[in-house]
């Protein structure tokens, strides 16, 4: 399969390095291993590697470089690393007490599903009412700031920091930037989408999305094709990615707070703008778009989630919320890109609320409720499946490299992608050190086993605050993989040449 940048597809060559070359970003070899946009370059979660690392060392990995001061979570967002062109860019929306402002008790805390027992319907619903109003006269206490750092690769030093005043939202703006035609492509807040100079970070364009705004937040992410970038915010929204002209928007009936992102159907043998663009939506729905003019060409009941859909050879694949929908293809024919597609299969075996699978040669991978399987994409069958043994996972996607899968939650998990059965190479976490541990070895060496009771559980707990942030998910290219922490950027250099 052909995984290039996305906007160049599979052509020649010729038609490559035309394009790399338009980037700025040609040094002899194709960028075909770069991350510069959600779930990397084919948006399926798949990067090419050479050899990768199959275990650590008992000391640990030490990591290449640690970005520190880079807030994550409630204080910046869940947004993603990426990684183009030997840089990494990385976005957040933070907030910052002002020096004067006083704040009380939170009589309306966030709750989590199973603290919400004993509430019907109706009063959750006031509940909320009151959360949002109590959250939105708290921001008043706050400054808001949305922050884009590029940093290089090799080094972790620092090539721009660029901060801009923004507003509150409810919950924190999280999209993923999106690096395409040597620009930086993020939504921010207040329906509001950004294009950097990926070189300098100079802003070139800012574009005010059509829709109301109070405090609503939107954690979709940008793909550009064919000169066009698109994002869901509310209804998919299509700009021009050279000045940031609105070009069209999709149906208004299906407006909805979108954290899923936009994928591209490439059609052979069509000019670009004919290419198609697919969305998952609301209700359980997922939409195709001509990118060329935003008509809509199907609305389909996939029962997908808030998760990004993903198209791999001639199949479409949606993942929902629910066990009932779980994983489910659909079989695309280019030559009728009109049609809605026919459902070829549908795995059962797990569901996530937004976590996205990730596709490897003729399988898929899929995470959901600790549940980790190999499917086949022939026809849906489990290759295997297992049970992880790790907090209640959320969100956060899987990724492959090369041979290997990985998933980043509390802490690096590596399994052999090639292996007909569930095989850990190394279930990792992250020291006070920064170092990448295996479990045993970090327990060996904070000597756990030795310390009485309860002790010895919260000394472990602590140890997981500095693994990868909840909802982030790493970013890996050419050998190294990036893992965002609640307060920084870390980088590991996983390739076995050293």
Known sequence: MCRLLPQYGCGSLHRVVLGLLCLGAFDGSLLRADWPQWRGADRDGYAESGSLIRDLPAAGLPSVWVFADFEGGNSGGWSSPVIAGGKVYAYAHTKSKKGDATLGQAQFPWLPPEKRTGMTDAEYEEYEVRRRDENEARAKAFSFEQRVICLDLKSGK????????????????????????GKLFVLGPERTAYCYDAETGNVIW?????????????????????????????ALVALDAADGRLLWQGQAPL?????????????????????VVIANTKGGRTEAYRIADGTLLWDLESG??????????????????SRKNGLSAYRLDAKTPEVAPELAWRFRGA????????????????????????????????????????????YTS??????????GWDGLLCVDAASDRYRVLFDAEIDSEGRLIKSDDLRNKLKLD?????????????????????????????????????????????SSGG
């Open 158 to 181: 620092t090539l721009w920091d660029k901060r801009t005043p923004v507003v509150y939202t409810r919950f924190v703006q999280s999209g993923t930037p999106c690096v395409a035609e």
């Open 206 to 234: 800012t574009q005010r999305l059509p829709g109301e705004f109070r405090d609503e937040f939107f954690a979709s992410s940008f793909v550009v094709h064919a000169d066009v970038a698109m994002v869901a915010c509310g």
């Open 255 to 275: 407006d909805y707070a979108s954290h899923s992102s936009p994928v591209i159907w490439q059609l052979e043998n069509q000019p670009s703008r004919a290419d």
């Open 304 to 321: 997908a989630g808030q998760s990004t859909p993903i198209v791999t050879a001639d199949l479409l694949l949606t993942y929902g919320s």
């Open 351 to 394: 569901a996530d609320s937004g976590s996205t699978p990730a596709v490897y040669r003729d399988s898929v991978f899929v995470q959901g409720e600790k549940r980790l399987a190999k499917v086949s994409l022939a026809d849906g069958d489990t290759l295997w499946q297992t049970t992880l043994s790790i907090s209640n996972p959320r």
């Open 398 to 407: 899987l990724v492959v490299a090369g041979d290997l899968l990985y998933f």
């Open 450 to 494: 030795e310390i009485e009771g309860g002790e010895a559980e919260k000394v472990w707990q602590k140890m997981l605050s500095f693994g990868p942030l909840a909802c982030s998910t790493p970013a890996i290219s050419d050998g190294v993989i990036l893992v965002r922490r609640r307060d920084s950027l870390v980088c590991y250099r996983l």
